[in-house]
């Protein structure tokens, strides 16, 4: 897979999940391609680790619950989101470092770790995604500088246009 250009931090409405989104493409070296049966998170920070396993990504643009994606040797770039089953409340987006790692279950050949992507969340992010629940933290991939840069914002809002 790519390396996310686009990564944002929120919570659902109805349960109040911690959600995790990304945007990426995955693509296959094989000519005949693979299936992904299920593609899973692993988030790590101050030496715990929670599960994101409740998977879906778009089709033609719509959000569908993951069960299974081919791709091929061209590649399928899509937009992920994996929510955190369990309490609500099990994950804080509190400031420190993020581990974030990515997993397909790939059918016939078990799960297989994809990449493994790192960012920071500020004292002042952190206060907003914990105190307004429809704050979300947009992370960008800053390709100069080589880190996740993030902005606060309104959940409503959408990734900006590009002209």
């Known amino acids: 897979m790519t390396r996310p250009t686009y990564v944002c931090l929120k919570r659902d409405a109805g349960p109040n999940w911690p959600k995790l989104?990304?945007?990426?493409?995955?693509?296959?070296?094989?000519?005949?391609?693979?299936?992904?049966?299920?593609?899973?998170?692993?988030v790590h920070k101050d030496g715990r680790s929670y599960l994101?396993?409740?998977?879906?990504?778009?089709?033609?643009?719509?959000?569908?619950?993951?069960?299974?994606?081919f791709v091929g040797p061209t590649g399928v770039a899509n937009d992920h989101h994996f929510n955190l089953r369990g309490a609500p409340d099990a994950l804080l987006y509190e400031s420190g470092t993020y581990r974030v790692e990515i997993f397909a279950t790939v059918a016939g050949r078990g799960n297989r770790k994809l990449t493994e992507i790192e960012f920071d969340i500020g004292g002042e992010q952190a206060a907003e995604l914990i105190q307004i629940p429809t704050r979300q933290l947009d992370l960008y991939w800053n390709a100069d500088r080589r880190q996740y840069i993030g902005e606060v914002r309104l959940r409503e809002s959408a990734l900006p246009r590009l002209s």
């Open 21 to 42: 989104f990304i945007r990426t493409c995955l693509y296959s070296t094989g000519a005949k391609g693979m299936a992904v049966e299920n593609l899973f998170l692993r």
């Open 52 to 69: 994101f396993d409740f998977w879906g990504h778009t089709d033609s643009g719509h959000l569908t619950l993951g069960s299974g994606l």
